[in-house]
């Protein structure tokens, strides 16, 4: 079965902690991306790869830190600096510059 | 600068009352209009890619077209099972492959 997995489905953060968000694709696709979507807002970009050993930020990076170590993986690190980190947080992943497949999401809750 | 406008935020339809969603979009060069289904608590769901004004693609009571300035999903005769959010993105000929999304019109199909 091909696909993008996320885990965990859930996850809670205290203040100050660090925590890293995992994403595995099996699509054999070049290109991963994270997104963050919160409540009557749109799916906002944080980070994306479009090859191994090289990602760029997107528009709300500040806070995050991903690497991109194996084809395969994109995981995403929510740092103590990123103030307002509860939210969706979604992978996804593209051949190239075609349509993106997504994951099924994780939430994240800061205690 | 690039924007995606969807209208209307919210829909409430009959079961079997069609109806139509839009996607206004403004970009530097259209490489593709995207759109995507998403259910509660998951990650959206890909339906369609479209490149050129004029073109169109169906599935089953979907129906989505483009013009140089906006995009519709056009529901046909709609069941309860198409209660979603639906999504719209654009992606410019920027040389990236990162997407534009709109915020999203919430539909719901009522038996």
């Known amino acids: 079965d091909g696909g993008i997995t996320q885990s965990p489905k859930y996850l809670f953060r205290k203040e100050g902690q660090n925590v890293t968000l995992s994403c595995e694709q099996n699509?054999?696709?070049?290109?991963m991306y994270w997104y963050r979507q919160d409540p009557g807002q749109g799916l906002r970009l944080i980070y994306y790869?479009?090859?191994?050993?090289?990602?760029q930020k997107g528009d709300i990076a500040e806070g995050y830190s991903v690497s991109r170590e194996k084809k395969e993986s994109f995981p995403l690190t929510v740092t103590s600096a990123q103030k307002n980190p509860t939210a969706f947080y979604l992978c996804?992943?593209?051949?190239?510059?075609?349509?993106?497949?997504f994951g099924p999401g994780t939430r994240l809750t800061v205690l | 600068e690039d924007q995606v406008t969807q209208s209307p935020e919210a829909l409430r339809l009959q079961e079997g009352e069609s109806s139509s969603l839009n996607c206004s979009y403004t970009?530097?060069?259209?490489?593709?209009l995207f759109w995507y289904r998403q259910d509660p608590g998951k990650g959206p769901e890909f339906l369609f890619t479209?490149?050129?004004a004029g073109e169109e693609k169906e599935k089953e009571r979907l129906k989505a077209t483009l013009t140089k300035k906006e995009s519709f999903l056009h529901i046909t005769a709609p069941k309860p099972e198409d209660s979603a959010t639906y999504l719209c993105?654009?992606?410019?000929?920027?040389?990236?492959?990162?997407?534009?999304f709109g915020t999203g019109t919430r539909l719901k199909v009522l038996a």
């Open positions: 699509l054999n696709h070049d290109a």
């Open positions: 479209l490149y050129s």
């Open positions: 996804a992943s593209s051949f190239g510059s075609n349509e993106q497949f």
């Open positions: 790869s479009q090859i191994v050993n090289d990602f």
């Open positions: 970009v530097s060069g259209l490489r593709g």
């Open positions: 993105a654009v992606q410019g000929a920027s040389g990236t492959y990162k997407y534009i």
